[in-house]
């Protein structure tokens, strides 16, 4: 899932922080150069890191105009911190779960399956969504147990 917080924007600007994971880095680059354009060179400074990240550096003084993030716990205590001001935070994305492994993996058709597996890796729960959303997974499937002997 992915959160923004995008305040009204005065178009005269001539220069607009925005914070967002790494995963939406080309998407965001090729946007930003085209409304860029479009709006008589309107500049954005970039910042990608991991929504923990951008909380913390927003925290620290780091002036974000537009963030993107993708981890509902860390858009919430940016609401709380007033780090962005939740009347302009909403999702606009939601994630899907997937498995991606070698080709002696191909028999991985379920969660279960991951037991036959020598080794797994997922991104590190606490700063990468997609490694809490893995890890969400693997509790509620109730191979967590199995998992940690192997």
Same mark, same amino acid.
């Given at each position: 899932m992915l959160f923004f917080f995008f305040p009204p924007l005065a178009l005269d600007a001539a220069e607009i922080a925005l914070g967002a994971g790494a995963g939406l880095k080309n998407v965001l680059n090729e946007l930003s150069s085209v409304f860029s354009v479009n709006t008589h060179g309107v500049k954005f400074t970039k910042n990608f890191a991991a929504s923990g990240v951008l909380a913390k550096q927003m925290e620290s003084g780091l002036p974000l105009y537009i963030v993107f993030v993708a981890n509902v716990e860390w858009m919430d205590y940016m609401k709380e911190m007033m780090l962005v001001d939740p009347a302009t935070a909403d999702s606009f994305a939601f994630n899907t779960l997937v498995f991606?492994? &070698? !080709?002696?993996?191909?028999?991985?058709? #379920?969660?279960?399956? &991951? *037991? %036959? *597996?020598q080794k797994i890796a997922i991104g #590190? $729960? %606490? !700063?990468? $969504?997609?490694?809490?959303?893995? &890890?969400h997974a693997i509790r509620k499937s109730g191979i967590e147990k199995e998992l940690e002997k192997s």
């Open positions: 991606a492994g &070698l !080709p002696e993996a191909v028999n991985v058709h #379920s969660i279960n399956d &991951l *037991l %036959k *597996l #590190s $729960p %606490k !700063p990468v $969504p997609a490694g809490a959303y893995a &890890l």
